[in-house]
């Protein structure tokens, strides 16, 4: 298991018993008084949360199964091919509507009343503090932002959780990421993410849990993008802490919170790396992937763009949508730019159409799509032709995410994403005008 220690620091052991939050969620879901990095244990599951492309003929390993062991904990979301862009995803789309109908799940978010599975995972409050819940999504660690230990499995392993409600983990050393100061005038929770990974890199094999006064200040929402990328850190799981923020949050849904988790004072963390947010600016990454190849929006300033976009679970937010509206207010799409925003659910985008965020955004030449993944991983609704050059607010940027190999994808904040798609080319935001005089 490799953890690169570059640039932070490791604080002492504490005593045996104290533990990082993770490990008090691995505890409690296997049993166990206790665990520590490099123990093995098999876990209970709260929430298994299916998708669409999971009941696919291309799905590898997956059988319909005999039975389920707790059908009340599963989810079953259509969210990637909606709607059905092909005859294999209505297919698939059909089979996941008899696996609900046979097995009795009452979670089941058919088109017409669904969203990317993160977003809905959000809305309906399937992510609780202190719980442990897998997706059949890379992205899980989304869940992560509400104080909940979330990560994606494979479609053999997903089909064990339905079948026996539980399966295992290796326990991973934790790295305390500290956050301090507030974001400025332009940065958001995808500027977080992007500093993380052009000042640490990779935190492959260990787990991240963020603590420090900076986590307070920070809304839900960048809290939901910053944990929605912590696999793009190669994070095993992300967890924020439950604090009055995410306490209200769950109070607006009706739900009570019974098992939030904290680190114990002592617990032993692995190394930690310190960002004060009050230092950032807007970032993007280069196209090919994002550890160890950002830089400012500034410096990459002039790039040509045929496309920009503005969604996914990292970024399909109401919050996206708002802040694309007001900047968008008034003005045009650059001529040869396109402009493709989607809501990350069909709650977002009825919440977004009574506050009249959609038409500044249609008027100015912009494209609202059904709630989807669709162009985020290449599917449909955005597909990228050869040697098109694109600046995404998604959640990926190598080579074929979002379509051609040989098209180049950079990845940015929504704010960042919108003052380019104005502009025509890569344009810090905060060159577009004073953002707070709008």
Known sequence: MALDLADSTAPAAGPATAMTAVEKVLARASASEAVAPGDIVVTAVDRAVLLDMQFSSTAIGWREPRRLAHPERLAVVIDHAVPAPSVNDADGARRA????????????????????????????????????????????????????????VGTLEMLAVACTGSTWFIVAPTIEVVLTGELATGCEGKDVFLALASRFGSAHGANLEFRGDGVGGLSLHDRRTVATQCVELDAEFALFPCDERLRAHFAALGIAIATPVAADEGACFAARWELDLATLEPLVARPGGVLGNVESARSAAGVQLDQCFVGSCANGHLEDLALAARLLAGRRVASGTRLIVTPASQGVYLEAARRGYLEPIVAAGGVVTNSTCGACFGHHMGVLGEDEVCLTSSTRNFAGRMG????AVWLGSTATVIASALAGRITDPRDLEPLDAR
């Open 97 to 152: 509507r008899t696996f609900a109908r046979r097995f009795g799940v009452r979670d089941f978010f058919d088109v017409g009343d669904h969203g990317i599975c993160h977003q809905v995972i959000a809305e309906r409050g399937l992510a609780r503090p202190g719980e442990l819940l897998v997706c059949s999504d890379s992205h899980t660690t989304a869940a992560g932002a509400f104080n909940c230990a979330a990560r994606g």
């Open 404 to 407: 051609s190999p040989r098209a």
